[in-house]
């Protein structure tokens, strides 16, 4: 098993602290071998319960995983200075440690992919991305999980906001939708009508009611979010405060001006086609928050 065969600034973050060890003379080789061992161990555990053992490549494909989920747990526990991650390593259960850390971080990262793993609860791709072949010019496993944890992060914020301020919040991850404009159509259609759950009903409603001045100021729209925000667990609320764009408040804005000349047009008596004409040339690019359904 090779745990180091490039530069170790362009490989899993494991080569990278073991050739520090080494480097700086505080890794012994008996301590290497004992490392090797463990991971060699936990490879063909891999192997045994999601590949065929007898299968020599498939059992180097394993070592491979292990080598990247190792790497992704010891960087969550220690952080990224091979200094302060050697001992971790270097402790009888380290790898050990660092396995089961990562694979609990893939784990809870791929919690809502819809998809059929070969890993049980750990995403196929995600895995796939974190794992350590030496043919890959750079490890970008770390990367990968952000990125993976990101999106969970928002399907969640998704989630949440579905179930506090729509009425109805069935929602499949593979809809793609944007947590920011979820949170903009609510946060419009409580302005609009006075907090009600979102309903499938706005471009039909808003004929019947006027237009506050007041809401189309940067300030008020900003209050109408936290308040909205307030009302969901603190730790979601801060996930949906960091994934929104600078524009957001200016996006609001213009939904609402977008808004009332949408309802001047319903005044005027204009007829469905000239509507969705209207809506299909302002309405459906870069309106944040302006629903997507057709229903007139």
Not at 39 to 53: E, Q, R
Not at 123 to 146: I, K, R
Request: charged residues 20%.
């Amino acid at each position: 098993m090779q745990l180091a065969l490039r530069d170790p600034n362009q490989g899993p973050y494991l080569s990278k602290v073991i050739a520090y060890g080494q480097s700086e003379n505080t890794l012994s080789q008996e301590q290497l071998e004992q490392i090797k061992a463990k991971a060699i161990l936990m490879s063909l555990k891999l192997a045994d319960k999601f590949y065929n053992k007898h299968k020599v490549h498939l059992l180097e494909h394993a070592a491979h995983d292990v080598i990247g989920v190792v790497s992704i747990g010891l960087i969550a526990l220690t952080g990224q200075e091979p200094a302060t991650s050697l001992p971790l390593l270097q402790s009888p259960d380290g790898v050990l440690k660092c396995f089961q850390k990562g694979w609990s971080l893939l784990t809870h990262a791929s919690s809502l992919n819809t998809n059929k793993s070969l890993y049980g609860d750990v995403s196929e791709s995600l895995l796939e991305n974190v794992s350590s072949p030496p043919d890959m010019e750079e490890w970008l496993g770390w990367q990968s999980y952000q990125s993976a944890l990101t999106e969970h992060q928002r399907q969640q914020g998704i989630k949440a906001l579905l179930q506090a301020f729509y009425v109805t919040s069935d929602h499949d991850p593979l809809d793609c939708l944007n947590l920011e404009a979820v949170l903009a159509e609510a946060v419009i259609y409580r302005t609009l009508f006075a907090d009600r759950g979102v309903r499938q009903d706005l471009k039909k409603r808003l004929g019947k009611i006027e237009l506050d001045d007041a809401w189309f100021n940067g300030d008020y729209l900003m209050a109408q979010t936290e308040s909205a925000l307030s009302k969901l667990p603190q730790e979601l609320a801060e996930i949906i405060r960091q994934d929104l764009s600078k524009h957001y408040i200016q996006g609001l804005l213009r939904t609402l001006s977008f808004a009332k000349n949408y309802r001047e047009l319903q005044m005027q008596g204009a007829s469905i086609e000239k509507l969705e004409r209207f809506e299909q040339k302002e309405g459906l690019h870069g309106l944040l928050g302006w629903p997507l359904y057709l229903d007139l």
